[in-house]
């Protein structure tokens, strides 16, 4: 099976997506083989499609947001690059109503808005406030928007296949630190399915619930607690919406002790929803307090040291999993 | 298809009677919602569009397959681009036969003749709006998009990201302002640094032509036509200013606090239904006698839809969750 990196997972996505949906069209101000995004069209695409397919834009989030929504209800598919979560923000209102739109205008049959909104969340390290955000729980928090945050090339590809191919607003979000990492892709046809979480590691002591950016750093932290004789299952639920709660039950059913770990604000954060959801079903199996790390409730910092300091670190998850067993 | 040729050199007879019918069932639902208003029974409440009917002339002209997105005041375009009047009434009345199934409220919807819904917050819709023109220029079976924005939410960011958009591709798009002077209580020359909102054309590389008189139908009708006409042939988008003015309040509770009784009288005083029917009776379109049957029909067409949307049964509350996502069919 050949090894790609997550950039070419997600190029190789969208070309394919392109060659068999004539609606599908990729948007967005760095989408040219010109442009300085890593997962910018590649030169072959823009021969095979062209600036009718490939529509480079300004800074302008609004259009980009609600302008695909409106394509997508005349018909179009269109995958939609913000580049950074941030900016995908300056178009906040345009985003959740696209989730709402179809249920507030009667969600008759044939009717539909199938529009993907991509982004890199903590896009740029040492970028600070509003060039690092992760933002995650602000897109859950609304109704309407289905919600994809692949960990490896393999998810890339097939999430973002799914993504497209699904008559639904997605928002498909990844760590920036992924885009280089190889991995290893099925060739062909490839589609994850949305609502179906992936064992990264089995464990039976605790379970670590990772989003997106803290799923590689909870298998480290796994693999360091193993060494003292700790065995944590990490779980990665690939698509917040919609969940697998029935993995994520059925794994802390087992271990009785739940860990989450998000790029996020903690505050209304992923973690906070899982684990309610978690101890609401669960509350007699759990042997300890849910543990939430995430980023502190402070704006994203510029200097190595805050951000180690504010920010999610394997050392703060393996805290985590200890106070469970403390 | 004879052109009326004492009122336009462009439009036939059949295009201004069907406006002028327009008009008159557009007003006649208006009186009878505005009254539905204020005895409470309808949540949405209503934003009366009462003198300003001359919006359904450039929404009559386009083809079934157009897009059109629309503000709040929207009725002319629902009436004009032929969705039904009992559609319309069960979604005031929050009915689960309403357009939006009693979920939309003035969010009206029918995707069959390109009218999909509305965006709440004022001046979102000018993207998607250049969205759907993206759409139409991709299919490119010559479809069009219209846009109806006031004077209020033209105030808006969005409004130059897809204006500059629109006009960087050339989509075919008609941008149509519809000027009352009142951004809800703010005076446009309160909210405005420009007087003329068609100005703002040329900035877009667009043409742009004000309307001064805007219960000129006939004028507002040929305007809108060639911009029309313009974007069907792929020469891009154009702004098409109409100044038009307000008959009752911003919607139905409006204290209206902000103008004086003898304002709204003198504005009143020109009725763009009756100024239009005066010309076509002049021309020779219309007749007397033809003036009470367009009215009977009217209102016989209201009463027989507010029936319908009396009888129907309210949404059940497991409708709230059915209708979130669509089923995908790959």
Redesign the interface.
């Known amino acids: 099976m050949p090894e790609i990196p997550f950039y070419r997972a997600i190029q190789d996505a969208l070309a394919e997506e392109m060659r068999r949906d004539k ?1 599908v ?1 990729y948007t967005g101000e760095a989408v040219q083989p010109d442009s300085s995004s890593i997962y910018r069209a590649t030169e072959d695409m823009w021969k095979e499609f062209g600036r ?2 490939i ?1 480079e ?2 800074i ?4 980009l ?12 598919h ?1 995958v939609v690059d913000f580049m950074a979560v941030d900016f995908m923000s300056a178009a906040m ?2 985003v959740l ?1 696209a989730g709402l ?14 529009v993907t909104y991509m982004a890199a969340i903590n896009t740029y390290g040492g970028g600070g406030y509003s060039h690092a955000r992760s933002q995650i729980g602000y897109f859950w928090h609304g ?2 928007l ?1 919600m994809a945050l692949p960990t490896t090339p393999a998810d890339a590809k097939g999430l973002l296949k799914t993504a497209i ?4 607003p997605v928002v498909f979000l990844f760590h920036r630190r992924f885009l280089t990492e190889r991995g290893q892709v099925p060739e062909g046809e490839y589609l994850v399915p949305f609502g179906k979480a992936t064992v990264r590691r089995e464990g039976k002591d605790a379970t670590i619930v990772g989003v997106s950016g803290c799923v590689p750093m909870a298998l480290d932290a796994a693999a360091d607690l193993e060494k003292e004789g700790v065995s944590v299952e990490v779980i990665d639920p690939r698509t917040l919406e919609p969940l697998d709660t029935e993995t994520i039950f059925n794994s802390v059913a087992k271990t009785g002790r739940l860990i989450t770990a998000d790029d996020d604000y903690i505050r209304c954060g992923v973690g906070a929803e899982i684990a309610f959801q978690v101890q609401e079903r669960l509350f007699k199996q759990l042997k300890a307090p849910v543990q939430r790390v995430g980023n502190l409730n402070t704006p994203i910092p510029v200097a190595k040291s805050l951000m180690a300091a504010v920010m999610p670190t394997k050392d703060k998850i393996i805290a985590a999993v200890k106070r469970t067993l403390a | 298809m004879a052109l009326a040729k004492e009122l336009s050199s462009v439009l036939s007879q059949e295009q201004l009677l069907r406006i002028y019918r327009d008009m008159i069932r557009t007003r006649i639902l208006d009186e009878q919602m505005v009254k539905d208003a204020n005895s409470g029974n309808m949540p949405p409440g209503w934003h009366s569009g009462q003198g300003e009917e001359v919006i359904v002339a450039p929404v009559s002209l386009l083809r079934k397959d157009d ?1 059109v ?1 629309y503000t709040h005041r929207g009725a002319y375009v629902w009436i004009a681009k032929g969705i039904a009047m009992k559609d319309i009434i069960a979604e005031f009345y929050a009915k689960s036969t ?7 409220g003035t ?1 009206i ?1 029918k ?1 069959t003749v390109g009218i ?2 509305r ?3 004022q001046g ?9 023109a ?3 220029q ?2 490119g079976e010559g479809q069009i998009a219209m846009m109806f924005f006031g004077d209020g939410c033209g105030c808006r ?2 409004l130059h ?2 204006m ?2 629109a006009s ?2 050339k989509l075919p798009i008609v941008w149509i302002c519809e000027n009352n002077g009142q951004s809800m209580s703010v005076r446009s020359d309160r909210a405005w640094a420009i007087k003329d909102i068609s100005q703002i054309a040329g900035s877009y590389a667009m043409p742009g032509k004000t309307i001064y008189d805007g219960n000129d139908v006939v004028a507002v009708a040929e305007a809108a036509k060639e911009y029309i006409d313009r974007a069907r042939r792929g020469e891009g988008p154009a702004l098409l200013e109409i100044k038009t003015f307000r008959w009752r309040g911003h919607n139905e509770g409006d204290a209206q606090r902000y103008r004086t009784r003898e304002e709204i009288a003198a504005g009143m005083k020109n009725d763009c239904i009756k100024l239009f029917e005066a010309r076509l009776m002049d021309a020779g379109l219309l007749k007397s006698g033809d003036v009470e049957y367009f009215m009977s029909a009217a209102d016989a067409e209201v009463a027989e839809a507010q029936k319908f949307a009396e009888a129907s049964p309210d949404p059940k509350p497991e409708d709230a969750f ?9």
Do not use: C, L
Not at chain 1, 101 to 114: D, L, N, V
Not at chain 2, 322 to 330: E, L, W
């Open positions: 609606r069209y009718n397919r529509r834009t300004g302008q989030e609004a259009m947001a609600a302008g695909s929504a409106g394509a997508a209800m005349a018909g179009m269109p209102d345009e109503v739109w179809r249920s507030g205008q009667g969600g008759a049959e044939g009717f539909s808005i199938p109704p309407g289905k191919r699904d008559d639904n | 897009y997105t309403g357009s939006a199934a009693g979920k939309g969010h919807v995707p999909f819904g965006y709440g917050e979102g819709h000018f993207p998607v709006a250049a969205g759907m993206i759409a139409a991709m299919r960011g969005p990201e897809a500059n958009y960087v591709w059915t209708t979130i996502y669509a089923k995908t069919h790959h």
